[in-house]
């Protein structure tokens, strides 16, 4: 079975399964570069270049799903390259429709059922990698705009009391 790190893409050699088999399994996991780089970054809450220039977007959030940090690659694709993104709950971060309403982020009737909240807080209290979680949110800039679905491809991991999300854009 072939192994790929799921943060950066690269091969990182065979991996001996228990089960034969023929097909090009990938087993995802971390790579050392990626770990170290996560690790550095997860401590002084500085993205270091290697992760600023991922090849995808990159969010870090708090256990209160608070984003503390985003690449270079997810501000722009959240049409947040020139304004701030750190310690803002991911709800008005990702422009969830819910955000807007009273309580906000986190606080609502709807917020039960939220799929991006439960995998921050699942990835935070299993210390379990997810990978390629689906997740879709109503999505729009003000209270009165009509929304639009927004669908990721989302994988998580905790590293240093923080959790990485890497999103694929659906
Ligand atoms: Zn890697």
Request: hydrophobic share 35%; glycine share 6%.
């Amino acid at each position: 079975m072939k192994r790929q790190c799921a943060w950066c893409g690269k091969g990182m050699g065979q991996v001996n399964s228990p089960i034969k088999s023929t097909s090009q399994e990938i087993s995802h996991g971390i790579c050392s570069t990626c770990e170290f780089h996560m690790r550095a970054s997860s401590s002084t809450m500085e993205l270091n270049e290697y992760i600023e220039d991922f090849p995808h977007p990159i969010v870090i959030a708090d256990n209160n799903r608070i984003i503390i940090n985003a690449n270079k690659l997810a501000r722009v694709a959240l049409r947040k390259d020139f304004s701030p993104v750190n310690k803002l709950p991911a709800g008005k971060v990702f422009e969830c429709k819910n955000a807007h309403l009273p309580g906000g982020c986190g606080k609502t009737v709807q917020c039960g059922t939220c799929k991006l909240r439960k995998l921050i807080m699942d990835t935070f209290n299993s210390d379990k990698q997810f990978l390629d979680e689906l997740i879709i949110l109503d999505q729009t800039p003000n209270a009165n705009d009509s929304s639009r679905a927004l669908k990721m491809s989302v994988s998580s991991l905790k590293i240093e009391g923080v959790v990485y999300l890497k999103i694929l854009y659906l």
